[in-house]
């Protein structure tokens, strides 16, 4: 039986979260999606995605730029239909019910595109009339969208005079508007300030809490790792691995570590010694590439002190999400 | 309250376009320059210049000649209501997050339909003073205005049909209003165009015996190819008007003889259309006197019947593309 990652033996990253048995027989809520694959004339844009995003979790879709992220959200917001694959959006089938996912689902696209000539709040009233939300319940639900994406402020403004952070946080107070228990976001925290993303990630937590399946695609690993409770690595169309965050492994492949030094040539001539190749990143510092896992990490950082480098800084450059996405996604099992 | 998806996207569209538009200043301009054309018409009838009888029907030439002014800019303004509806939204990136609402596919083809039409039906509403003014002349009858103003209302909501469908079918948009315009221009120019080449390619040649002499002469026959004019739009709203109230006259020698007053273009450009449905007149062996052959029937039906299936095709068409999830994609159309 081939496992829930597609690629079953891709040790080294810890197990998939979810155990095999679980993910086929317990039908839930969320987004199951199983041998999916859908192409554009000669272009396999999606060659057999496994996913399952649950309730109460926040799921990120991680992937190199044309990995089908955006073509797995349209089938699963029932825009696209696939060519085969079986699919479950809060338990209906997008091909064949696809008003009852509608009714469950919200989808905030890659695309900021909004009627310009409008107000933010006569915008999100169209949109609420449009899922056939009865107008005395609008005065409710659109006043609620508009404080959970902070744009109480902007409501009487005219979309066009938005920012695009502000664009970002219409096109989620949209895919709010009819209280979903599936959120489908791509890439929403593109175009946002500081602020803003803790803040979308704090409401993204929010709605996984209250029960809500979150599922985004998204760029900005780093962050991921803060809010995100599963993550699902896809490439070339495919799922490559999908792991519980809190379980990212350490991990043994090659790794890159900055060396920060109050003395540059000491550590270039220590390094060299040792036959470690480096590269310059900064006036004071170094990458270098370590290979073996942590431990060879620690040896050559007590080896340094040793030799009497004055070593400020010594730590892995990007977060485990990020060594692990790039191994993935670069390696020569998985590039075909 | 129940709210209705067609009128729900019938009124959004309506509302965009009012806030976008200078309509204030387009529909004023038009109304201008109808006005001027009416009043040249008014002035243009003298007896000298258009004859002694027709100076009696002064409201129905006016009328004739201005609506078929009408007609010409309604066919101009038309496409351009239309011709970037869907492949425009779909462009700003507005389309998908409707279709994953509660419309359905239908909704957003009538209501798109009905916003372009309702924007051509004011610019018809606006000439409502002229045809009044026309009325006071005299000479017209109320039927006559009423089921003109009716027909150039389908003619102008054909017009936005196809040009949806085309909006639907290709992806560019400039590329539909190109073809929006090409269509109008195939419907009346390209009507008269192949009408004239088809009446030189089907002439025969015409053997007659006379006096014991043979000779051959060449003869048209319009009567089998009159159906290439009939979904011209003109003549169509020409051939659907009323029939002209006759006159009688009675000779010096007590004969009465019952005129049909054709003197507007309209009354003219629809006897033209039916004689065209005459077979050649038929002389039977040693009689001057030709057969005596049916009055012509209108042609009308005909082109009006080939227009509204054009447009029901159209909307067929825009359907279709607009039903998701989609299969098929056109290349180079992505959904959102
Ligand atoms: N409508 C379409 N017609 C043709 N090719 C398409 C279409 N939509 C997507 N593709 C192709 O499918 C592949 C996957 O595209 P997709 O937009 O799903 O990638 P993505 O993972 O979202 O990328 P990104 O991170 O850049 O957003 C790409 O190679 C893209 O060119
Ligand atoms: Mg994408």
Sequence with gaps: MTSLTGRGGNSGYGEPVVAESVAYDAPHAGVSARGLFRSFGPVGAVQGMDLEAYPGQVTALVGPNGAGK????????????????????AGFDPSTAPGEVRARMGWAPDMLGFYDALTVAEYLDVMAAAHRIPAARRQQTIPAALAAARLVEQAPARVHTLSRG???????????????????????????????????????????????TVLVSSHALDDLEEFADQVVFVDRGRTVASHRVDQLPAHAGPRLYRVRTLD????????????????????????????????????????????????????????????????LTDDPAVRR | MITNGIATVAGLEFRLRLRTGRWRWLLASWLIVLTGIAALIRLSVRPEIVGEEVVDYTGSFMFGGLMLVVLGLALLIAPALAAQSVNGDRERGTLAPLQITGLTSWDL??????????????????????????????????GRIFAVYAV???????????????????????TSSVLAYLAVFTLTAGTGVLFALLLAVTSETVQQQSNGEVFSYSEQRPDRIWWVLAPNPFIILADAAPETPTTTFQLPDGTVIEQRQDADLLGALSQAARELRQPPEVFLPGNDVPEPTPEPAPVWPYGLGFQLVLAAGALLLTERRLRTPAGALPTGQRVA
């Design chain 1, 70 to 89: 955006t073509t797995l959200l349209l089938i699963l917001a029932t825009l696209l239909a696939p060519d085969a694959g079986w699919v479950r959006v």
């Design chain 2, 152 to 174: 150039m209302t389908l003619l102008i909501g054909v017009i936005c049909a196809v040009s949806l469908g085309l909006s639907a079918a290709v992806a560019r948009t400039t």
């Design chain 2, 109 to 142: 083809t009538i209501g798109k339909l009905l916003a372009s039409w309702g924007t051509g039906a004011v610019f018809l509403l606006v000439t409502a003073p002229l045809a009044l003014w026309c009325l006071a002349e005299g000479g017209l009858g109320i």
């Design chain 1, 264 to 327: 540059a040539a000491a550590l270039a001539q220590a390094l060299d010694t040792r036959g470690v190749t480096a590269t310059p990143a900064g006036p004071s510092a170094v990458d270098v590439q370590v290979f073996g896992g942590e431990a060879n990490a620690a040896r050559l950082l007590a080896e340094l002190v040793e030799a009497g480098v004055p070593v400020t800084g010594f730590g892995p450059v990007g977060g485990s999400l990020e060594a692990a996405y790039l191994q």
């Design chain 1, 166 to 212: 502000q664009k970002q946080r219409l096109s989620l107070a949209r895919s709010l508007i009819h209280g979903p228990s599936v959120l489908l976001l791509d890439e929403p925290a593109a175009g946002l300030d500081p602020r803003s993303r803790i803040e979308l990630h704090d409401l993204l937590r929010q709605l996984a809490v209250e029960g809500r």
